[in-house]
């Protein structure tokens, strides 16, 4: 072959012209080299161009930044090099080997997305993350291309409060004492002591000390308490110390009851009172019981913010507003799904619709031998029995941190299939914004439901918890969990009927999962997507009208009760339209009004919120649409750098103080 020409094989074969960005410059070349700063990978064909790696990432930034996460985000090199395997190395030197990327790195350690959280990471601590763009010649090349960033991680909150003791014991008082936390990262500001009679965590009382101690007066007589201590910072309140136990009267270092004389006459007075306490409770939670027996689903949910109407032949019935409720979730450590399901369920299965409801619990829902649970502590409480925290150790894998709900016992055969009913439902979703089942114990007593532990609790009770503290672009990540999380339930052919704050279950990484689907049900494909419920009680703060006035859900009125949890979440967790009355709510939003904008809420947010108030469902986004909206954001903090400026108090007659909606998603659905 002439100058500038190669064959590869000795024969009669063509001999053909150098490819792009290579030469032979001598006759007779068996392939083309490659120009200087070019290269050919190792299973590149010789016919193909000579090419060279990318250049380096552009735009690198911080998306998010908490005590222990960090998430990275870049965009494309301006030159790929001419190759198509461009992917991404991220090189951490400070980090340890208890760091977790995501999404998973390959097995030479790259990436192939522009996007990458960092969990695992210590709080007050100065990372520099290098990012490299790499493609199949990288190897060949001398100069690495990378941008590097130095990110500092927040402030953690204080650690827990340990050697809660019991200094002083008398018929109505009980003095604590405890040491500091080891590592508060700043100043305690003060701690708060939580105290319970035993067995009834959820009645509890609680008060505030500057000092490591603390005096409970007015207790009850001979009757056991619980104690829990907490500090907190200017970065927020720490977790629960353990629980200790004791009885007021009752004898330092000794479990007995009594005094030092006229002991058998006081034994006989304290069982005498025993038995009448007994008694008295039994005839509370039997009157209880009574008054609950004829309410549907939202009894089963925990009652905070649970306002309702309920539909009784066909007319609307106001029901009394309860106050919130919250419960307490101590913290731990981070839950993943114990089993990889097989396949994939694109279409959610009513388990109403199964004959035998036990059927649905076989198939969706994966039975976990009892002896591998240890319930650790009761952390709530619902109709059915006890919610708690524990530890599931299955054989050959690591110990885990799991939440148990427990049927109590003497429950009914129907009891017992509408607790195991939402485990059914549960297990045939996995997505990491929905909370994840690993499994139910049947075939022993307690009936449990094995769900992931989720460390900060529920979304209300946590942002009211740490008002103010977040960003911006924090809290904006945590609407795009929720809306996504939403998403998956509606492409699998599901409403949820009762998306709330409360409902919204959020972990130590602030990843915030849908859950509670006491109320969901299956999207008839023949109703245009509707679900027609014949009577109970509806969530009216965070319910769409058209479902209100014709009891008619579908993905669209889940979009509202999305807008709902928006306002909610950028409110840190203020109570939708106040305490106005269920039919001011209604009434209101029939004449236009729509909730203003929280404080510092950024305009596109609030803009979001009310695309989801649109009037006619059909103008409204779907979840998809409102995923991409929040991605972008997140991509462009600089776009929720305006705020709103719809900020108004709550007005005293709400019926004539319409915000005006424009409608600017009326094609939306179909663009989408």
């Known amino acids: 072959c002439q100058p500038g020409h190669y064959k590869d094989s000795v024969g009669n074969g063509k001999c053909l012209s150098c490819p792009e960005h290579s030469a032979a410059p001598h006759a007779g070349a068996a ?19 000579c090419t060279r790696p990318p250049s380096k990432p552009q735009n690198i930034t911080v998306n998010f930044v908490d005590q222990s996460t960090v998430i990275l985000a870049w965009q494309p090199p301006l030159s ?55 493609n199949g010649v990288s190897d060949q090349a001398r100069d690495p291309q990378y941008l590097d960033i130095t990110v500092t991680t927040e402030a953690s909150v204080p650690s827990m409060v340990s050697n809660v003791r019991v200094t002083s014991v008398k018929s109505t008082e009980i003095s604590l004492a405890w040491d500091a936390p080891t590592d508060p990262y700043s100043d305690i500001e003060m701690y708060e002591v939580r105290y319970y009679v035993r067995g009834l965590q959820n009645n509890s009382s609680s008060i505030l000390s500057q000092r490591e101690e603390a005096t409970l007066v007015n207790l009850r007589q001979r009757t056991e308490y619980g104690f829990q201590v907490r500090a907190k910072t200017t970065n927020g309140w720490g977790e629960y110390s353990p629980p200790v136990f004791k009885k007021t009267g009752q004898l330092l270092g000794t479990a007995y009851v009594g005094d030092e004389d006229n002991t058998q006459v006081r034994i006989i007075v304290g069982a005498t009172v025993g038995a009448f306490v007994v008694i ?36 609307v019935h106001g029901v009394l507003e309860n106050p919130p409720i919250v419960q307490t979730h101590t913290t731990g450590s981070m839950t993943t799904p114990l089993f990889t399901q097989v396949g994939h369920h694109r279409t959610y299965i009513d388990p109403h619709t199964y004959e035998d409801p036990n059927q649905a619990i076989r198939e969706f829902a994966r039975e976990i031998d009892a002896s591998y649970i240890t319930i650790e502590a009761i952390i709530g409480g619902g109709e059915f029995g006890d919610v708690c925290k524990g530890k599931l150790q299955l054989p050959a894998r690591p110990e885990m941190t799991v939440a148990i709900k ?31 089942l690993q499994g139910v114990v049947t075939k022993s007593n307690p009936v449990m439901i094995i769900t992931e532990y989720m460390e900060n609790g529920s979304l209300d009770h946590f942002l009211r918890m740490n008002d103010g503290k977040f960003q911006v672009l924090q809290l904006v990540g945590m609407l795009r969990c929720i809306a996504s999380g939403m998403q998956y339930l509606s492409e699998m052919n599901y409403v949820h009927r009762d998306l709330a704050a409360r409902n919204v279950l959020v972990n130590a990484q602030l990843m915030c999962k849908i859950a509670d689907f006491g109320l969901s049900r299956e999207i008839e494909s023949h109703t245009e997507g509707a679900y027609t419920t014949r009577g109970g009680k509806i969530p009216v703060r965070w319910t769409a009208p058209e479902a209100i006035a014709f009891r008619k ?21 203020e109570r939708p339209y106040w ?44 979840f998809a649409s409102i995923v991409r909206t929040l991605d972008r954001l997140i991509r462009t903090p600089e776009a929720l750098s305006k705020v709103a400026q719809n900020r108004r108090p709550a007005p005293q007659n709400p019926y004539y103080a319409p915000v005006l909606v424009r409608p600017q998603w009326a094609n939306f659905n179909q663009a989408a």
Not at 35 to 45: L, S
Not at 410 to 423: C, H, I, N, P, Y
Not at 556 to 561: G, I, L, Y
Not at 585 to 596: A, Q
């Open 579 to 622: 305490n106005w009355s269920n039919q001011d709510v209604i009434k209101s939003i029939e004449k236009g009004y729509r909730l203003p904008a929280p404080m510092e809420c950024p305009e596109a947010i609030y803009q979001l919120m009310l695309d989801c108030w649109q009037k006619e469902r059909n103008h409204r986004p779907n």
């Open 406 to 436: 427990t049927l109590k016992p003497g429950s009914s055969e129907k009891a017992r299939v509408d607790f195991l009913t939402e485990a059914s439902i549960m297990g045939q979703f996995e997505h990491p914004n929905v909370i994840f």
């Open 80 to 134: 790929d090099g001419g190759r198509t395997d461009t992917r991404y190395r991220v090189i951490c030197d400070a980090c340890g080997s208890q760091v977790n990327y995501n999404p998973p790195l390959l097995a030479d350690e790259s990436l192939n997305a522009t996007q990458v959280t960092i969990s695992g990471l210590s709080p007050i601590t100065t990372y520099r993350f290098q990012v490299f763009a790499e």
């Open 280 to 315: 008295a409770i039994v005839v509370v939670m039997t009157l209880l019981f009574l008054k609950n027996r004829g309410t549907d689903e939202c009894n089963k949910k925990q009652p905070s913010d649970c306002d309702t109407l309920e539909y009784r032949n066909g007319e």
């Open 31 to 49: 392939e083309c080299r490659c120009d200087t700063g070019y290269h050919r990978a190792q299973d590149d064909p010789r016919s193909m161009p």
């Open 553 to 573: 859900f579908t993905s669209a009125s889940d979009v509202w009760s999305l807008g709902i949890v928006l306002w909610e979440v950028m409110s840190y967790g």
